[in-house]
């Protein structure tokens, strides 16, 4: 595999994949749905428990009436935010943003553990 085709085509994988390049494909949005899944069932719950805690104040609003009830504002604002980048059509602009965001928070937690 040549270089310029490693830089260019995002799917190269598939040429060599056995035992076709379906696989490869399947495989990407099986992974990908499951991510959004986890991603939509745990970022509301986080949140509404981040606005329980009166860590940040301004999102007291996204705090759930009760303990036992679902966060259906943080439902909402979650999907608001995961909306915008797919709406704006062009997932690899943001690719970028999320990463540091990832990074930043395993640092976070690996220097707490370190700390501990």
């Known amino acids: ?9 995002k799917l190269i994988v598939t040429a ?13 949005v099986m992974s990908s ?16 428990a981040i ?14 009436a009760t303990d036992s009830a679902n966060p259906t504002r943080a439902i909402a604002v979650t999907w608001i935010v995961a909306s915008i ?7 690899d602009a943001i690719t970028p943003l999320v990463t540091l965001f990832f990074l930043a928070m395993y640092a976070g937690i690996n220097l707490s553990c370190f700390l501990l």
């Open 16 to 28: 060599v994949a056995w035992p076709a390049g379906i696989v490869v494909r399947l495989g990407i």
């Open 33 to 48: 749905v499951g991510a959004a899944l986890q991603c939509m069932a745990g970022a509301p719950r986080l949140l509404a």
């Open 51 to 64: 606005a329980a805690d009166d860590c940040i104040g301004f999102l007291k609003c996204l705090k759930p």
């Open 85 to 91: 980048p797919c709406l704006l059509g062009n997932l």
């Open 1 to 9: 595999l040549s270089r310029e085709a490693l830089l260019n085509d």
